[in-house]
Every structure is written in C-alpha cells, then in structure tokens.
C-alpha cells in the first residue's frame, strides 16, 4: 500500500459531519487511466489534534478532512503532511483504442467526403464568475444514499454513484435545484457528488462537502466534419468525435474507479442524433462517445451545417428547412426566425459605421432524460457586435426558442419563470464570449450580454394539441437538462461569422481571436516573410519614440467632429468605463466640493506650483470632443496635447504609456459616450522655469519610455494582471513613489516607497511600509475593495475616492492588483495571508521614549470626550459604521504627522464606503494648540516605540491653509 490505513472515525458523530477535500498537486489523466501524482506517505496527526476534526479519509488517492464544521475542517486541512509521487516514465502514455462506430447510416468509414471539411474544437464555457466553491449535502437513506446539489444532471449522475458505491441504482437518489448551465459546472456538480457521497456512506452520516469549482482533468472535445454536396441538397455528411475518453468526476478519477463510469451506461450519444435529413450520413468517435458532451456535438454540426449552407450560396435557416423533416422541430425554427425578423446577408443593409454586426441561427434536438424521457427542441438566433478598434465581442441580441414533446403548457409558461429562464440564457451565452487572454483581458464584463438581450420565445401550439392532457408542465420542459441553451454556441459562431467573415472553430471566443485572423488576411504574404524579424521593426520604432520625445514642439493634430455616440458598441464602452475605473479618471479629474464629473479644474498642488485638471468630456470647445483618437493616444502615451503642446507629467502619461492597444481604445470610446460640458477650467500656475513647456522634451528624454507593458513570463497570470493595472491604468507610483529634484518619479528601490500629493503623504507600498503589522494579500484586497482593514485602518484623504472607483472594479482585478503589491520587496512569509490580530501595543516597549516624556494629559482628556467612542476598544458597542483600532493605524506610526493632522481637522466627510460610517472634523472645534496635545497622546499611547513628533506646530498651521480632501 503507498499510504497508511484509513484512519478510524471518532464514535459520536455530531448530526452533521463537515469536509473538506485535499487535492493532489497534478491531476491528469491520459484518457485510459489516472497518471496523476499519487499518495506515497500521508501524516495526519497534527490535524486530529485539532479540536472538531473527527477524521483524515483516506481512499487510494482521495483524502479528505471530517470535521464538526467547515471552519475546522478547513483550518485542519493545511495541517496534513503528505507526501505525493509523481507518474513515473510511461504511465502518462495513454494506451491505442480502437475506433468504435457509434452510428452508421450508408456510408463507409473510410469513405471521406471530399468538398467541404472542418475540424472543430470544445473547451467549453467556463463556469460562472463569482462563488468558487459548490457545497454539497449527502445523507444515509435506509440501506441507501440522498445527495442534494445545487445544480447538475440527476439523471446522469444518480447510475454512476450507483456503480461507484456498489448499490443497486434503486438505492441512489439525486437532487438537483436546476440543471448546470456550462459543460463545467456539471463537471463541479459530478466531482462534488461522488465525493460527498463517498464520504457519507463511510461515516454513516449526514455530510456537507464543500469544494472548490472548476477542478478538471479532463482533454477537449475535437470534432472532425466533413460533407460532399450538389447544388441544392447534402449528398452526404459525417462526424467525427475525435476525442480521448475525458476524465472521470474526482471521486472515480482518485480511487481507480474510472471503469464505474462506463458500468453505469448513462447519457447514450444517440439521445442526441443529428436532426437533418442527408443522402449518407455517419457519426464516429475515437475515444469513449457517451461521455462526448451534447454541447460539443451540436457546436459542431450547427457550425458546419451553417458552413455547407454559405458554401453553396443558400440561406442558412432556408437550407435547414429544406433539409428538416421533423413538422415540430420545422415549426420552431420558423416561429423563431420570423420573430426575430430573419433575413439573409443580402437582403440586410449594410454596417452603418466602423462596428461590424452579423447574426447567426442554430438548431437542435434532443431527449432530455430526467426526470423522464422528454423530447426537446431548442432554435436561437444570436447578434453580435465586433469592434475592429478595440478588439471588442460582445452578444447584443438573442432569440431563443424552445419546444418541448409539442407541450401546449409551454405557452402558459409565467412571465416570472420565463424571466428566469431568459437570465439563464444570457448567463450561458455569456460565458461563451471569453476574457481576451493577457494582461490587459477585462473578465467581468457585463456587457458581453447585457442584461435584456436574450429573449425566450415559444412557437404558437397547433389547436390539436392544445387540449392535450399528457403534457409536461412548464418546469419539466425548461429544467429537465439544459437542452434549451445548446445551440448557443453555434449560433455565436455563425454570427461572427456573418458579421467579419471570420470562422471561428474553437469555443469559447473572444475577440482576440477574430483580430488575429482580420490581421492575418489582411497581411500581403509577402510581408508576412519578414515577420521573423519583427525585433528590427520594433527597435526601429522604439527609436523613433524616443527621438521624438525630444521635439520641444510637435505639430497639431487636426480636429475632427465629435464622435457618434453610437459609433462604439456596449462591450468597448463597457470596457472602457473599467478603465476609467481603474485609472481613477474621474477623481483628479473632478474639481472638489460638487464639481461636474470629468469636467475638470481639481488643483494639484506640487512643489513647482498648482496645476489644475483638463476637461475630458466630449465638449468639442472646452474638452476633448474635437480629439481623433490619434490626438488621443498621443497625450496618454507621449504628453503631448492635441495641438502640440508637451503636457505636465502631473497627468501621469508614464504610466498610462504601458496600456494596451484595446484598453486605450476603449477608455476614448467610453470618453467620447459621456455627456459633453462646456467648462474652462483655470489656467496652470508654476513657476519659472518649470512654466516653459518646450523644456518638458528634455525631461521626457530623460525619465519617459513609451512603451506598452511587457508580461513578465517567469511571473503568474494574476501577479501580471496586477503588475499591469498597478504600473499601466492605475499609475500607483504617480503617488506612493518619491520624485526626484526634477519632479520625475524614482525607481529602483525607490519605486512604490512612498510619496507625496496634495500634501497627503502616500505611503510606501513595499516592504518599507511603516505599518506595524504587515500588509497581507486578504488585507490589501479588503482594504481596496471596501477602504477598510481592521488590521490597518480606514481611507482617507485622497485615497477614499480611488477605492471608491476600485471597488466596482471586477474582484479578480482588485485581487490581483493585492497580489502585485503583496510581493513587492517581501520575502514569501510576509505575502502569506495569515491572519494577524490587532492586539494591545507590545509590554516590553520602552518605558520612557521621548513621545512619554512629553505631558499628554491634555491629549487624553480630548480623546477621551472627542474620540473613544469610536476608536477606543472595549468602550462599548459600536454606534454606526466601523470601529477603527489606533494600535494598527500607518499614520499614528509614520514618521510625521501630516496625514493625521489633516484627518483631525476635516474629518473624513465622504468616506470610500458608505457603510465604513463618517468622522466629522475638528477644525472649529480644536485649537491648534489641542489638536498638538492630542496628536501627542496618540503617538505616546498607540506608537509608544517611536519617537516623538517634532515641529507638530508649524505642520498644523499649515494645514489649516489647505483644504480637506
């Protein structure tokens, strides 16, 4: 045996064990058999020493944590030491399977058709965004099992625990609130009930698994197609499912029991024959074709069967009649092409402007299985929208039909239920528009599928049927297993194709992929020998860059009339408001206390003298509503402004020079969507010589590279990701670096160290920090996402309002910008996201440091009537908002008192969250010489192992004559 025994369960289990499951570090399989990382040695005693943990499961390759709860099961689970082996040379060969014809209509299957092919390939969607973990709850049920999901195939999943568990398949009952929406979220489903059930036939208990969504071993889908037609009608068609058996659900996969898969039988492929009549027609698989997903299949036919149509000139909905014997499925695919006013390419007015649009029409059929045999049909017709300029793809209209053993009832369906119907239909074609891979990719992007695009659609019923008895309701029609969105993908496709006359073969897509083959073609083949040195070109450019930058003046760009609003289309908007969002355009470009937002005139104080913001809205006199976009992406990447002029580094073109292509793009395109305001902001005011523009071409010589950002490739995905919008859109060092003499920012070890702003001191983003705790991963991601830490404090100053734009930021951005600036300069234990308690300061701090020495009676009688009932702890409940700890607070701890000083005197009126609560500000109510004697008390009561702040007077003072933030 490669481990120690199973571990014995402790008598007296509660009425509701708890688990969590340990994964090992490589899960493959090579579509014969696991050749993962195997269990060698396994320590589970520092784990059962935990209190709560009932015990370690151990099964082959499975191991899992029992515990009385969730929490102690997953603080248990780091606490198991084991050991994995990897597969040794050849065990990862996957072994020859012969080629098994599933279904053969007049055609032999060496007899390949010799016109029209394609070869076809299904990742699947990935599963939604947002939870990633699926709880799942498994219980005894006599002599047999109960497993409860939030999602999944009952029907398909119920007959494999059968075999896994050896019960007879009577004794195996499971539930489901709705069928899964993506190929994996019925992957989760099945991962998380074979092992749910699993651990409650050991325990003889009642269980709650939770595990983590999006785990697969499996190997994508290739379909290979082929046809040989006539003039009017396929003569001929076959399909081939080229595909390596796909990997067993966790629980079979991890304990060799892969073969109980294919014991159980379920999901046979010809619940899913393709519906078209053909002269010949063959259907073939490689690998295992039960296991082949219905999803996979019908994007390869619908995509092929739209191919053949546009081959031979026809219309695609007009060919699938005339190909169509079924009368119902025939009358769905009319009902749903006449409400969506379906026309051919030929008869439709061409593209107004520079978005491409084109739709799309797919069909399928199928019996779905549970809760009992039902046929379905499912017809859509999808719109999509491309942008050439930013790259964008983006569904802005569906019609979805869906019919169900002819059911009159389906016309009754309630307009409730039909909305939720209509929402899962977006989510599901949402998912098919993938994130652009890179840096610069936008995962959580709404406006992929707007809410409201989708609409459900049901043929009207045939009087003959209408009084039919033996209908199904309306929930055994839309949830018996998500046949209705199958053709989704196809449609997609078809559409995109119509639309750029790209096919794209390969789901999900992105618009990256289409830029690709638009790029591609229009490439002469004799350019396309020179790409190999591509390194010269872009040396060359690189060249050119900088030689320019030392113009003292370069010449206008010419104006252009503004913009349509309609000229871009949801998904570059959309795009482009993120990075506004993560640019934080607005706050420095807002003057303060109500000012129009984007319009300008925010003062920026900076030692050379104040510069106040630009006017970005469209207003084509005041703002940018005259820019082209070549205007555009000259000031953000170079400073230069439209007319020639070098801009202040103040607007931070350093950083936004790292942007990509399509994010800067998107950000003018969403610019140009905002309502235009006329508004002058005041004139810049510095001091000679820094008020003479040309100058500025010397200093961008000597502290500006434009160039885009460059992944790090020994780096993560998401370290990247951070790096991006952390160096690119978010320009973090504009303030949290030091500047030199020259007011350029420092690198090196300079770089993210701190700064300075509108007199706010930025405080360091390394491991420099002055904190005195460290900054964690989860407390820089809560701190950004809400503006609160309870290990550090509150937003403030200018820092509210850029968490207040972070956090409608998508959380995986805001969480990869947390991991960026986690690994700044910090050894790996400092990055780790262990907790660490705000406790009281430190007994052995000196006892007579200069901050005691100094008499801070004074200061605690004003905090004691002014501050503790919010910031003391332990002084009672809290009365609204949050209770920040002083213990823990960077400004009582930074090296002066500045930020501390501008907090007591204005408060924080607007903070980042309205739930963090307000402080009001003391400015009227303190004297100067209070608020010295306070700022005393804090330092010596919660800083007591730093000095004391000198010249705390004269930084009072001064503070005074600025404004609050």
Same mark, same amino acid.
């Given at each position: ?187 989760? /489903? ?151 006013? !379906? ?35 499912? /017809? ?27 059911? /009159? ?32 990719? !936008? ?73 690709? /083959? ?11 020998? !020179? ?435």
């Amino acid at each position: 045996m490669p481990h120690a025994a199973e571990p014995i369960p402790v008598s007296g289990a509660p009425a509701l064990l708890h688990a969590r499951l340990i994964l090992p570090p490589a899960l493959d399989w090579n579509g014969e058999r696991y050749c993962g990382a195997r269990l060698q040695r396994i320590d589970a005693a520092a784990a059962l020493s935990r209190p709560g943990v009932r015990e370690v499961f151990v099964r082959q390759h499975l191991v899992a944590v029992i515990a009385e709860s969730d929490a102690a099961a997953r603080a248990a689970r780091p606490l198991v030491r084991i050991r994995w082996r990897r597969a040794s040379a050849g065990e990862d060969l996957p072994q020859q399977r012969q080629r098994k014809i599933l279904l053969q209509r007049g055609m032999r299957a060496d007899d390949a058709p010799d016109l029209v092919t394609a070869q076809y390939r299904w990742q699947g969607a990935p599963a939604a965004t947002g939870s990633t973990t699926l709880s799942i709850l498994a219980r005894p049920a006599g002599p047999g099992i109960q497993v409860d999901l939030p999602y999944g195939n009952p029907g398909q999943i119920a007959p494999a625990l059968a075999a896994l568990l050896q019960l007879p398949p009577e004794l195996v009952e499971v539930r489901s609130a709705r069928p899964p929406q993506s190929d994996q979220e019925a992957r989760d /489903a099945a991962n998380g009930a074979g092992v749910a059930a699993l651990l409650t036939l050991h325990c003889k208990a009642a269980l709650s698994l939770v595990l983590e969504c999006g785990i697969d071993a499996g190997q994508p889908t290739l379909l290979q197609a082929g046809a040989r037609v006539d003039a009017e009608r396929l003569e001929r068609y076959t399909l081939n499912l080229a595909q390596a058996r796909p990997a067993p659900p966790l629980a079979w996969l991890l304990t060799g029991r892969a073969d109980a898969i294919e014991d159980a039988a379920i999901a046979p492929l010809d619940a899913l024959q393709p519906p078209y009549a053909w002269d010949a027609f063959e259907i073939s698989s490689s690998g295992d074709g039960a296991s082949t997903p219905a999803a996979a299949a019908v994007f390869a036919q619908e995509s092929f069967f739209d191919e053949v149509a546009r081959h031979g000139g026809h219309d695609p909905v007009a060919y699938r009649l005339a190909h169509l014997p079924d009368p119902t499925g025939a009358r769905l695919v009319r009902s749903v092409s006449q409400a969506a006013a !379906w026309q051919a390419r030929a008869a439709r007015a061409a593209d107004p402007g520079p978005v491409m649009h084109g739709r799309g029409f797919a069909y399928a059929s199928t019996i779905e299985q549970a809760p009992q045999p039902v046929q379905s049909w499912s /017809a859509w017709v999808a719109e999509v929208a491309y942008d050439p300029a930013s790259g964008e793809l983006s569904v802005t209209r569906a019609i979805a039909g869906h019919d169900a053993q002819d059911a /009159a009832a389906h016309a009754a369906l309630p307009p409730a239920a039909r909305g939720a119907l209509d929402e899962q239909a977006r989510q599901a074609m949402a998912r098919l528009i993938a994130p652009d891979a890179g840096v610069d990719g !936008w995962s959580d992007n709404e406006a992929r599928v707007p809410p409201g695009a989708i609409t459900t659609h049901s043929p009207p019923v045939p009087d003959q049927l209408k009084d039919a008895s033996s209908l199904p309701s309306p929930e055994v029609q839309l949830k018996a297993g998500g046949a209705f969105t199958l053709p989704a993908a196809a449609a997609v496709a078809n559409a995109i194709f119509d639309a750029t006359g790209v096919r794209l073969r390969e789901a999900p897509f992105s618009g990256a992929q289409i830029k690709l /083959a638009l790029a591609e073609r229009a490439t002469p083949p004799a350019k396309r020998r !020179w790409r190999t040195a591509g390194w010269l070109g872009g040396a060359a450019a690189a060249l050119g860059a900088t030689l320019s930058l030392a113009l003292p003046w370069r010449p206008a760009i010419a104006p252009i009339a503004p913009p349509d609003a309609n000229l871009y289309s949801a998904a570059t908007i959309e795009r482009g408001r993120l990075v506004a969002l993560a640019g934080d355009c607005m706050v420095c470009h807002t003057a303060p206390d109500g000012g129009i937002p984007n319009a300008g005139g925010h003062a920026l104080d900076t030692p050379f003298g104040t510069i106040y913001t630009t006017n970005i809205t469209p207003d084509p006199k005041t703002g940018i509503g005259n820019w082209s976009y070549a205007a555009f992406e000259r000031a953000m990447r170079e400073g230069v402004h439209r007319d020639g002029r070098n801009l202040y580094p103040a607007f931070p073109y350093t950083a936004y020079a790292k942007m990509t292509e399509p994010d800067m793009q998107a950000l003018y395109a969403y610019l140009m969507a905002q309502p235009a305001v006329e508004s002058q902001p005041p004139e810049s005011s510095l001091r000679f010589p820094f008020n003479l523009r040309p100058l500025l071409s010397g200093w961008k010589v000597l502290f500006h590279q434009p160039e885009v950002y460059r992944p790090d490739p020994d780096r993560s995905v998401l370290w990247n990701r951070g790096a991006y919008l952390v160096e690119g859109a978010g320009h973090c060092a504009a303030c949290h670096s030091p500047r030199n003499a020259l007011g350029a920012e420092k690198k090196g070890l300079h770089h993210l160290s701190g700064g300075v702003v509108d007199g706010w001191e930025a405080p360091s983003l390394t491991a420099s920090s002055k904190s005195p705790q460290p900054w964690t991963e989860d407390e820089l991601f809560a701190y950004l996402r809400t503006g609160f830490s309870a290990r550090h404090g509150v937003a403030a100053g200018p820092m509210a309002p850029v968490v207040s734009e972070l956090a409608q930021l998508p959380a995986e951005d805001v969480r990869a910008i947390a991991h960026y600036i986690a690994s700044l300069g910090r050894p790996p234990a400092a990055t780790a996201t262990a907790a660490v308690t705000a406790g009281p300061a430190p007994a052995s701090a000196p006892a007579a440091s200069a901050a005691q020495a100094i008499d801070t009676a004074s200061g605690k009688r004003l905090f004691t009537g002014a501050c503790a009932a919010c910031h003391m702890e332990g002084s009672g409940p809290t009365l609204f908002g949050v209770r920040p700890s002083l213990k823990v607070n960077t400004n009582v701890h930074a090296d002066t008192p500045d930020n501390l000083v501008k907090v007591i005197l204005h408060g924080i009126p607007e903070p980042a969250n309205a739930d963090l609560g307000y402080m009001p500000g003391f400015a009227n109510s303190f004297s100067d010489a209070q608020v010295r004697d306070l700022l005393h008390y804090l330092r010596a009561t919660f800083a007591p192992d730093k000095p004391a702040w000198t010249d705390v007077e004269a930084r009072i003072a001064a503070a005074r004559r600025q404004p609050g933030h």
